[in-house]
């Protein structure tokens, strides 16, 4: 069977934590579920895969592999009982690479108060500084928490009540040293599709938005000036700061390699050992092939800046254990 790119989607985002309960806390109040978990004693770690589940997201009752919009939390054993474990968030030295995640919400005034009386803190508030149309929440392990609008920001103001069953897991955001190399990468050979990019050239950075397109048309206008598709799920966000891509020591924080924090992104192909053949036909760097350890049904690309890249088999395509 050949392997057709414009049938991958953006499974899930991996993420570290510490304790696993206190995070499942938080992003219950964002309004995810824990769609599956895959405990793992032997190797002393616990998978936990949150989604949104409500019969008004994308993928409500979806298989696991089908989807996109997964966030997949790591809990190794012992973390939480170690006051001086810290996990690193991505967006100070040492450690600086993955940025955020970002769930876009129906009313974000309403939505940034309700994640505020419940006790949890902010990196920006919607107030703060020049964009009012953005806020970036923190986790329980410091990881920043983008939350954008999909409806226009100034309807919203006067509404006191929020939905979390309307939300979505809409991106994730990575920083790439150069942009031409990560964007023919994620194009030509991971199949995504460019649907925006924001040019900031007084503050010096570039934002570009990749998707799998799915069957659906991505839209070309914005309701909160920033994100013009945040009522999608799975898309990856490129940063690029200009000038770094002619430094020739400069190179960003995968995440894998210490401090850990970030782990990886995850797409699911539609046919596992047809996709990782065309992989190694474009010359991609492996982390771990299909054939390396005793998994033979994940496989690891590392992209330009050496994030990892986790492909597994849509299950609801054709028929293979991911587990």
């Keep these: 069977m050949a392997t057709d790119p414009k049938k991958y989607v953006l499974n899930h985002t991996m993420l570290r934590v510490k304790e696993p309960q206190r995070s499942i806390k938080y992003y219950e109040l964002l309004g995810m579920k824990v769609i599956d978990r895959m405990p793992n004693p032997d190797a002393q770690f616990d998978l936990y895969f949150l989604a ?67 006790g949890y803190k902010f990196q920006k508030k919607l107030t703060d500084g020049r964009m009012h149309n953005i806020a970036f929440a923190l986790d329980p392990d410091g990881y920043w928490v983008e939350v954008v609008s999909f409806n226009p920001v100034d309807k919203t103001e006067k509404i006191k009540e929020t939905d979390p ?37 007084s503050n010096g950075f570039n934002l570009y938005f990749l998707a799998y397109p799915e069957n659906e048309e991505l839209s070309k206008e914005s309701a909160n000036g920033v994100n013009p598709v945040m009522g999608r799920e799975g898309i990856l966000e490129l940063t690029w700061n200009y000038g770094t891509e002619k430094d020739s020591e400069f190179k960003y924080h995968n995440g894998n390699d210490e401090p850990q924090g970030f782990g990886h992104i995850c797409i699911a192909v539609d046919d596992l050992d047809a996709a990782c053949k065309r992989f190694d036909e474009k010359g991609v760097n492996w982390k771990k092939r299909l054939t390396d350890g005793r998994m033979k049904n994940i496989a690891f690309v590392l992209d330009p800046d050496n994030y990892w890249i986790e492909v597994i088999q849509n299950e609801k395509v054709k028929g293979r254990s991911n587990l």
């Design 165 to 201: 069953g309307t939300y979505k897991f809409n991106h994730s955001m990575i920083r790439v040293k150069d942009q031409e190399k990560s964007l023919k990468f994620y194009q030509d050979i991971m199949g995504m599709t460019l649907v925006r990019t924001s040019e900031n050239a």
């Design 52 to 118: 949104y589940d409500s019969p008004k997201s994308l993928y409500a009752g979806e298989t696991r592999s089908a989807r996109q919009g997964i966030l997949e939390l790591t809990h190794n054993y012992g973390t939480e009982k170690d006051d001086n474990f810290q996990v690193a968030n991505g967006n100070a030295e040492p450690g600086k690479g993955f940025g955020h995640i970002c769930v876009s919400v129906d009313h974000i005034q309403a939505a940034c108060r309700r994640i505020e009386d419940a």
